[in-house]
């Protein structure tokens, strides 16, 4: 299963970004093999509504997790109804800390 | 005439300045006041009567799940985020939307239709022979104060004599007030932060063509700098209101000085004259 984390740079060894809606990238690892796709964030500069429309990126591209640091009101709405389940990671740490604190299972699921 | 009262810096007067100018002018001429500050109205104070009210509303999609394919283009068009379309629902979001219509264009098959929701009201009154005031006011949450200063102008369109309150600061609800104006009086006050935000503000006037002149409100006497603002930018200093315990005891009780002190009437006919002279405005 394809499992989304939200970064500053491109690789698993790039920081995780705290933000949703403005994080300049999302890492898609897939859980099964650990093989990853970068996506640049289109709307981490939009004027406004960002968190929805980057939640249609992730729902565009079959991702059914979340990991992510601050996630909008209205980004979880639509991220809830798509049934992508929600995890909080602020330990500011790399993509690759927090995929496997993610297979551990001891990141707290916020949604 | 329609002439806007404006600062960049909050709190430097602009309301002190339209309510005494609407009254001075409603003793002789038919004047409409109109509070555009629609965040934070307070005109109605120096003029309580009894006001009739009428709400304002914008568009906004309503979906028909039974006819919508959730094809998606109506989420990909909208560049605020306000439609996400999932495989068999659509979610919608008021409060990011803009009321564009672009949603209900783009639709193949004709799913959506606009209903209207309410976002603010207005309230009209006559507190005095010669004078209406216009207040429009945002609903508490509702986010986009444009549509309810569009509303409140548009119901003085007609109107001879139209002075204009606006919000404090440069953004969109200021420059919506601004919209088609033919002079603008920047109220400033001499301090450092007053002159900063005036330059903003006289950057905003210029930019939309405004002819503009300046009120000085609470001068201490200390103006240099303001003063030298005005020089160096062609900006007339049309009035200068002095810190005066009496004036702010006046304005604190909701009082107006023209009323309280008619001597002060004739500064404030002066202001105006000057105001249309600045229009381009024959007698």
Known sequence: MKICFTAKGTTLDAQTEERFGRAPYFILVDSENGSFETIQNPFADGGGGVGPKAAQVLIANNVKALVSGQVGGNAQEVLAAAGIAMYTYRAAGSVRDAFDQFTKNTLERSV | MKLAIASGKGGTGKSMVAANLAFTLSTTDKVTLVDCDVEEPNLHLFFPAPAMMTEVTVPVPVVDETTCQHCG????????????????????????????????????????????????????????????????????????????????????????????????????????ALDGCDACILVTESTPFGLHDLQLAVDVVARLGI??????????????????????????????IPFSCEIAAIQSRGDLLCRERPEWQKDFCALYAKCRALAGVDE
């Open chain 2, 73 to 176: 283009k109506c989420g990909e068009f909208c560049q605020y985020g306000a439609l996400t379309v999932l495989s068999k629902r659509v979610l919608f979001f008021p409060e990011l939307c803009h009321s564009c219509g672009g949603c209900m264009l783009v639709c193949p098959n004709d799913a959506i239709h606009e209903e209207p929701k309410r976002i603010g009201t207005l309230s009209i009154s006559m507190p005095q022979p010669g004078l209406k005031l216009i207040s429009g006011t945002l609903d508490t949450g509702s986010p986009h104060a444009v549509p309810v200063i569009r509303a409140a102008k548009k119901l003085a369109a007609q109107d001879p004599v139209v002075i204009l309150d606006t919000a404090p600061g440069t953004s969109c609800p200021v420059v919506e």
């Open chain 2, 211 to 240: 002819p503009a002149g300046i009120v000085i409100n609470r001068s201490d006497g200390k103006d240099a700098e303001t003063l030298r603002f005005c020089t160096d930018h062609d900006l007339e200093v049309m009035m200068t």
